[in-house]
């Protein structure tokens, strides 16, 4: 496999690590009044889709970047590669 | 008082230097190394701390940079090795940090690599049997890190017949061994 990197290009797969679902990107405010709940949910709760996935991977053999990959998991097909770090300022903007 | 006797990477008391065919390998033992990572939104102000003092432009993804006695090599994001001669320049972090002062984090890295330079025709066929780097597109000058003989290293383009390895201090054998291994298959 192929992961498209967006600074690097195209670089094997197992230069990479997997760490999970990019929801983890979205780590709740500790100190809402419902944080335990929300805590629960983000540690437990996740979408299993068969189709688009978006998930986090790790260029640990490379320049130690984490990306936000969308792959298809019925076809395991690489839709789109993101630094994590743009998404996450984006995000941030977002809800600003 | 302690008798203290510097050793290499290979635990020699010189660079250990192997020949195998027309592939000369070469432990590069005299460079002192610091990681140079800008702080939030503070490249820029990295950047120019270094060009305006010692005259070094950081790189670009996947580059290098020289300004003697300095050169740069692109680690990651915002992030850059620099390397000096270890004679000058053995405390370069100290020397970097009064440069940049905040706007980014310096590490000691001198130690913790160690560096072999292989010149010599036939190069690419060397490295294309150690690693998936697309060696034969790297121009003069280009920096890929990459994984030779299950090792994380850096293989800097020097120029068409010269590559340097950088890799763990700690796994030098192996990856000297990894090297001879792939020179001996092409000679």
Same mark, same amino acid.
């Given at each position: 496999?192929?992961?498209?990197?967006?600074?690097?290009?195209?670089?094997?797969?197992?230069?990479?690590?997997?760490?999970?679902?990019?929801?983890?990107?979205?780590?709740?405010?500790?100190?809402?009044?419902?944080?335990?709940?929300?805590?629960?949910?983000?540690?437990?709760?996740?979408?299993?889709?068969?189709?688009?996935?978006?998930?986090?991977?790790?260029?640990?053999?490379?320049?130690?970047?984490?990306?936000?990959?969308?792959?298809?998991?019925?076809?395991?097909?690489?839709?789109?590669?993101?630094?994590?770090?743009?998404?996450?300022?984006?995000?941030?903007?977002?809800?600003? | 008082?302690?008798?203290?006797?510097?050793?290499?990477?290979?635990?020699?008391?010189?660079?250990?230097?192997?020949?195998?065919?027309?592939?000369t390998i070469t432990e590069v033992v005299d460079q002192a190394l610091a990681s140079v990572?800008?702080?939030?939104?503070?490249?820029?102000?990295?950047?120019?701390?270094?060009?305006?003092?010692?005259?070094?432009?950081?790189?670009?993804?996947?580059?290098?940079?020289?300004?003697?006695?300095? =050169?740069?090599?692109? $680690?990651?994001?915002?992030?850059?090795?620099?390397? +000096?001669?270890?004679?000058? !320049?053995? #405390? %370069? @972090? &100290?020397?970097?940090?009064?440069?940049?002062?905040?706007?980014?984090?310096?590490?000691?890295?001198?130690?913790?690599?160690?560096?072999?330079?292989?010149?010599?025709?036939?190069?690419?066929?060397?490295?294309?049997?150690?690693?998936?780097?697309?060696?034969?597109?790297?121009?003069?000058?280009?920096?890929?890190?990459?994984?030779?003989?299950?090792?994380?290293?850096?293989?800097?383009?020097? =120029?068409?017949?010269? $590559?340097?390895?950088?890799?763990?201090?700690?796994? +030098?054998?192996?990856?000297? !061994?990894? #090297? %001879? @291994? &792939?020179?001996?298959?092409?000679?």
């Open positions: 496999m192929i992961i498209n990197h967006p600074l690097l290009g195209p670089r094997d797969a197992q230069e990479f690590t997997y760490l999970g679902d990019a929801s983890l990107l979205n780590r709740p405010d500790w100190q809402a009044e419902d944080a335990a709940e929300a805590f629960h949910d983000y540690l437990y709760l996740r979408d299993n889709p068969a189709g688009e996935h978006r998930e986090l991977w790790y260029h640990e053999q490379g320049d130690r970047s984490w990306l936000v990959v969308t792959r298809n998991t019925l076809t395991h097909e690489i839709l789109k590669v993101e630094l994590a770090r743009d998404v996450a300022k984006a995000a941030g903007k977002a809800a600003q | 008082m302690h008798k203290l006797k510097p050793i290499t990477p290979l635990g020699g008391d010189t660079p250990r230097v192997d020949t195998v065919g027309s592939i990572a800008a702080r939030n939104d503070q490249a820029g102000a990295v950047q120019k701390a270094l060009a305006d003092k010692i005259g070094l432009s950081l790189p670009e993804v996947g580059q290098s940079s020289q300004a003697a006695p300095y =050169a740069a090599l692109w $680690m990651g994001p915002e992030q850059w090795m620099v390397m +000096a001669p270890h004679d000058s !320049h053995e #405390l %370069l @972090a &100290a020397e970097l940090k009064q440069i940049v002062a905040d706007t980014a984090s310096v590490s000691e890295q001198t130690d913790g690599w160690c560096r072999f330079d292989v010149q010599g025709a036939g190069l690419c066929d060397l490295f294309e049997r150690l690693s998936n780097a697309p060696v034969r597109t790297m121009g003069s000058g280009t920096a890929i890190r990459t994984t030779a003989e299950h090792l994380g290293v850096f293989l800097w383009r020097l =120029a068409e017949d010269h $590559m340097a390895v950088l890799g763990p201090r700690s796994s +030098a054998a192996s990856l000297h !061994h990894g #090297l %001879l @291994a &792939a020179a001996k298959s092409i000679a």
